[in-house]
């Protein structure tokens, strides 16, 4: 009995990036066939579409081989198995850790538990992303998590060292490493139209700006967790609003650098005192672990909507916040200058990322 073989001898390993891209999206050989084929790969060769099959079953396999490796990118360049390039190594890891940015936004701030991977199936049919595809990512938002959550150090570094990542995307997964830690709340209706690159930038402040790690780089679990001394100093900074008195020069000083410079002014004079409530109650509340969860829903409610039902522009908010933070510094009796300015300046960064005028 006659058997046939189709056998590829070669040096260097053959990866076609569009053949690898359609793996990790997830379909299947006959499909990735059908789509090379209509994408006009057989034109001007004279190669059979059963060649073309088999050379995508054969990548495939190649890619399977792989995956192991890619789990653990640094042994990607120390094996000896397969031939790849320096530079072919790099855009394996860098596409197999790329996601889907639907995707991301439908996990970011869940557990990433077994439970969250059991509503994939889900979140598939609402993205548009195949479930194998949706798996992938899911698991990869996983590993990298159980790597560098117990790890000393930056954690963008952490990331980039461990997985061999571009700088963009280690900051993006240390952006999910942190709303996965914190459990952020974002998938509320109010919430809905912020974007993951919003929610990663306002990490990013986060992280640099209120973890353990903002003062000292080789902590325990340096970028994962908010610093409990910072938070707990932020009720200091409800003086500005018990303090009827300091509240009211609070607000003159304000509404007199803000005059005569916006069309806003009227609605931001009237509305001054419940502005400040709401941000510094937001600052007061951040040791209990629910109201960590909710900052983003309450800088929202609290400030966002209130100005943007007043119609305000993105310069208005810049304008408005710059003279707020600033002006807390000419208060006489007001001693809380440094937690002052570590706390807006991160609340002012994240208010003007996430108002979309």
């Not at 890619?70 to 860098?94: C, D, G, T, W, Y």
């Not at 790890?151 to 999910?176: C, M, T, W």
């Not at 018990?242 to 931001?268: I, P, W, Y």
């Not at 810049?318 to 706390?343: E, G, I, P």
Request: hydrophobic content about 40%; overall charge neutral.
């Amino acid at each position: 009995m006659s058997v046939e073989l189709d056998v590829f001898v070669v040096n260097t390993t053959i990866m076609d990036e569009e053949v690898y891209q359609l793996w990790l999206d997830g379909y299947t050989v006959n499909d990735a066939v059908k789509v090379r084929m209509e994408g006009g790969v057989l034109e001007g060769c004279e190669a059979s579409a059963e060649v073309l099959h088999s050379d995508t079953m054969d990548q495939y396999r190649t890619f399977q081989m792989c995956e192991r490796l890619l789990h653990s990118p640094v042994k990607l360049a120390n094996q000896l198995l397969f031939q790849i390039p320096p530079h072919r190594q790099v855009m394996l890891i860098e596409r197999y850790y790329a996601f889907d940015s639907v995707f991301v936004r439908e996990v970011l701030g869940k557990k990433l538990s077994k439970g969250t991977k059991k509503d994939l199936d889900d979140v598939s049919a609402k993205t548009g992303v195949t479930l194998k595809s949706c798996r992938r990512q899911f698991d990869n938002f996983k590993r990298v998590f159980k790597v560098v959550e117990e790890l000393k150090g930056p954690l963008v570094e952490n990331i980039r060292q461990h997985f061999l990542l571009s700088d963009k995307l280690a900051r993006d997964y240390a952006a999910i490493v942190f709303f996965a830690n914190n459990r952020f709340e974002t998938g509320k209706k109010k919430l809905h139209y912020l974007t993951f690159q919003d929610f990663a930038f306002c990490a990013g402040q986060l992280i640099s700006n209120w973890t353990v790690g903002a003062l000292d780089n080789m902590v325990e679990d340096m970028d994962v967790d908010l610093e409990k001394e910072f938070l707990q100093d932020l009720k200091e900074l409800k003086i500005l609003i018990t303090d009827r008195d300091l509240l009211d020069q609070h607000k003159s000083l304000v509404c007199t650098a803000l005059r005569g410079k916006t069309k806003a002014f009227n609605e931001m004079e009237a509305n001054f005192k419940n502005l400040s409530r709401g941000l510094v109650n937001i600052a007061a509340k951040l040791t209990n672990t629910k109201e960590v969860r909710d900052f983003f829903i309450d800088l929202v409610e609290k400030f966002i909507e209130p100005c943007r039902s007043d119609k305000w522009t993105a310069g208005d908010m810049r304008l408005y916040l710059t003279h707020y933070t600033n002006s807390a510094h000419v208060l006489d009796t007001f001693k809380h200058q440094v937690v002052w300015d570590r706390y807006m300046g991160v609340i002012k960064s994240c208010i003007l990322k996430m108002y979309h005028d």
